[in-house]
């Protein structure tokens, strides 16, 4: 059974930093392509970021430049560095992985497959 953890979310100024984890175990190969989401109050679900099996990355306009992506396949974890936040990045942040094959910007293009498997999601909240 594919389960997927997410941690490090929290209260941050505006300009901060914050580190997400996502923690995966009963994964069945090494060829998940994997996602962080997130959806704002009062919106719909979108992508941030997507990371294919090979560490390539993704990124939506909006956290290019100031979101980083990786994977640690040797520990089953993904990791998103985000800077310089905005109030606007305020906002339930998921990790998915993806059960069948797909490219990494397919995954982010893709918020509500249902094919991914979800984790529980953590709260960011940037605010002053």
């Known amino acids: 059974q594919l389960q997927l953890v997410e941690s490090g979310g929290g209260l941050v100024q505006p300009g901060g930093s914050l580190r997400l984890s996502c923690a995966g175990s009963?994964?069945?190969?090494?060829?998940?392509?994997i996602g962080w989401f997130r959806q704002a109050a009062g919106k719909e679900r979108e992508g941030v970021s997507c990371i294919s099996s090979d560490a390539r990355t993704y990124y939506v306009d909006s956290v290019k430049g100031r979101f980083t992506m990786s994977r640690d396949s040797a520990k089953n974890t993904v990791f998103l560095l985000m800077n310089n936040l905005k109030p606007e990045d305020t906002a339930v942040y998921y990790c998915?992985?993806?059960?069948?094959?797909?490219?990494?910007?397919?995954?982010?293009?893709?918020?509500?497959?249902?094919?991914?498997?979800w984790g529980q999601g953590t709260q960011v909240t940037v605010s002053s």
């Open positions: 009963g994964f069945t190969s090494d060829y998940y392509t």
């Open positions: 998915a992985a993806a059960l069948r094959i797909i490219t990494n910007q397919a995954m982010c293009d893709r918020p509500s497959d249902g094919l991914y498997s």
